[in-house]
């Protein structure tokens, strides 16, 4: 059972990426998802997340506009699109799948904006 984080890097400030978060070994259809990040020396924040239901998503003041979730179950992924990132977003990114008493985290990717 694996989560698998990737698409990081160093963009410039206003620039955009697009995260992944690759499941194995069980199957992301009945598990919310979230994308959390960690910045130097500042506590782990919900960045945003999407349900399995209806697919309803929710996202943090800091990101709304901006950011975009979203999943595809054929391929047992999970997307966080980003666009026009400032520099206060620079911070490793993790995934993360729970239900019901299952929760797993992916190992985090870094993302860098800077000039």
């Known amino acids: 059972v694996q989560l698998q984080a990737s698409g990081g890097g160093l963009v410039q400030p206003g620039g955009s990426l697009r995260l992944s978060c690759a499941a194995s070994?069980?199957?992301?259809?009945?598990?919310?998802i979230g994308w959390f990040r960690q910045a130097p020396g500042k506590e782990r924040e919900g960045v945003s997340c999407?349900?399995?239901?209806?697919?309803?998503?929710t996202y943090a003041d800091s990101v709304k506009g901006r950011f975009t979730i979203s999943r595809d179950n054929a391929k047992n992924t999970v997307y966080l699109q980003m666009s026009s990132l400032k520099p206060e977003d620079t911070a490793v990114y993790y995934c993360?799948?729970?239900?019901?008493?299952?929760?797993?985290w992916g190992q985090g990717t870094q993302v860098t904006v800077s000039s």
């Open positions: 999407i349900s399995t239901s209806d697919g309803s998503t």
């Open positions: 993360n799948a729970h239900y019901m008493w299952r929760n797993y």
């Open positions: 070994g069980f199957t992301l259809d009945d598990y919310a």
